[in-house]
């Protein structure tokens, strides 16, 4: 069975200051990984997606993830994060195997942003 | 991305009631889910249509009832709920059903007194 586990339930970064997330998932083979953003009261949006390819991808708000099989992993970060990225996070595993027609999604990393 | 519209936004309903959620996807995919997310647990994924067939109920009860009746329109239906059904309902939808990228509706917030 598939699953993600997001091992932080919320973490407070500067504005300013680097961010990583963090998402461990377990799949039987080659995973499609995402990740998502919540803002309060809304839907969940698209920010990176990894199918296969560069092991690096870039999204949208300035975030990048890295897929790295060896460690079931697949951490999002951001260089310097704004105010406006304060939010809930979540990573998702799905795939042509396994889950079929679903994503497993993680229980969300609450970020907070200090000005 | 936008292309997924849920209405209403926000919902109050007594436990005898009967409401529908509605959802309208204009991206032309092919397959539409409704999610239930409540306070500090995971996304849980209800219903999931593809190509205007149920492929998956992840054991919901039977008072929340889906209906699809084309590719772009997918309903749940709403009776005799609980205050415990009290939580965000999310639409989406993806290309395709097969552990695609899924766009999200705003949702619907739904409160049972």
């Known amino acids: 069975a598939q699953s993600v586990t997001q091992p932080d339930i919320h973490i407070t970064v500067s504005e300013g200051a680097s961010l990583e997330l963090r998402c461990n998932y377990s799949?039987?083979?080659?995973?499609?990984l995402f990740w998502y953003v919540q803002s309060p009261g809304q839907g969940l949006q698209l920010l990176l997606k990894?199918?296969?390819?560069?092991?690096l991808v870039q999204g949208i708000k300035g975030f990048e993830a890295e897929f790295k099989r060896s460690q079931s992993s697949f951490n999002l970060r951001k260089p310097s994060v704004h105010w406006s990225d304060a939010a809930e996070y979540f990573c998702?595993?799905?795939?042509?195997?396994?889950?079929?027609?679903?994503?497993?999604f993680g229980t969300g990393t609450q970020l907070k942003v200090e000005l | 991305e936008t292309g997924v519209t849920q209405t209403p936004r926000h919902l109050v309903m007594g436990m005898t009631n009967k409401k529908s959620l509605k959802c309208e996807q204009h991206l032309g995919h092919n397959a539409m889910y409704w999610y239930k997310q409540s306070a500090k647990k995971p996304l849980e994924l209800m219903f999931v249509y593809s190509l205007e067939e149920r492929v998956e109920n992840n054991s919901v009860p039977s008072r929340f009832s889906p209906e699809c009746p084309n590719s772009s329109h997918l309903f749940l239906h709403l009776h005799t709920l609980q205050p415990e059904d009290s939580a965000l309902y999310l639409c989406?939808?993806?290309?395709?059903?097969?552990?695609?990228?899924?766009?999200f509706g705003p949702g619907t917030r739904l409160t049972v007194l």
């Open positions: 989406a939808s993806s290309p395709r059903a097969v552990g695609d990228t899924q766009y």
């Open positions: 990894y199918f296969s390819g560069d092991t």
């Open positions: 799949y039987g083979a080659t995973p499609y």
């Open positions: 998702a595993v799905g795939g042509l195997t396994g889950g079929g027609n679903k994503l497993t």
